[in-house]
């Protein structure tokens, strides 16, 4: 094998989609690849590649709601990216000898972020071309309303952008820390009390380290 595509499950991927990924990933040192990620319910962009915001633990999509058929510079969208998204990566396998694995720590959320923001000397690059449909929120409940994302989405996002932040940015975590927390209350003044419990919680999780699955969602054990 030469590359591995990851995709969420909740994704379509448009038949020539692979065909460009790695037609893009030949072209220059690019260690991973990543797709036009069209939202399926509105066909608009949910981005092209990602921005990560250190100073709130935040990322930032590029290309964000403009239409599925926009027509973006390449060159721009690349040197802005810092992320490829992790619905759609194309990644070559010196990059993963070279860099190694996705960071399970995570479990989930951040490690997409984490994986390219290890990437050396390798670029990140962008095939246009590569359309991926995305069902978004299918496969955990990330949904957009802070009411009905599920409480695993919830808890594993607010954990995951304080470890990332701990790893790469550790000079700047306190206050990371402080703004992160006041951002939980967005759960709260949406009316999402239930999920701003939440938000604290993993907050709370990520400033003490807490890796791997969450023990607070697994199942009971079995009656004997």
């Known amino acids: ?3 591995i595509w990851i995709l969420n499950p909740d994704t379509a991927p448009e038949p020539a989609a692979l065909k460009s990924l790695k037609a893009r990933a030949a072209q220059g040192s690019y260690g991973v690849v990543g797709s036009r990620i069209v939202l399926t319910h509105n066909q608009r962009i949910q981005m092209y590649g990602g921005r ?8 930032w999509n590029i290309g964000l709601g403009e239409p599925a058929s926009a027509t973006p510079d390449i060159a721009q969208v690349e040197a802005e990216m810092q992320y490829v998204c992790g619905a759609s990566m194309y990644v070559i396998r010196p990059f993963i000898e070279a860099v190694g694995p996705m960071e399970e720590g995570y479990f989930l959320y951040a490690e997409e972020v984490d994986w390219c923001l290890r990437r050396g000397s390798f670029r990140l690059g962008y095939a246009h071309e590569s359309i991926v449909h995305h069902h978004h929120g299918a496969t955990i409940g990330s949904n ?3 009411k009905a994302r599920s409480s695993f989405s919830v808890f594993l996002d607010e954990r995951s952008k304080l470890l990332l932040t701990r790893r790469f940015y550790p000079g700047i975590f306190p ?4 703004s992160t927390l006041l951002l939980t209350t967005q759960y709260a003044a949406q009316g999402a009390y239930k999920n701003f419990g939440v938000a604290l919680a993993g907050w709370f999780s990520g400033l003490k380290g807490d890796t791997g699955f969450p023990a607070k969602f697994a199942p009971p054990p079995a009656r004997p």
């Open 1 to 3: 094998w030469d590359a």
């Open 52 to 59: 990560w915001r250190r100073w709130i633990a935040r990322g």
């Open 144 to 146: 957009h309303s802070r």
């Open 175 to 178: 206050l990371v820390a402080v």
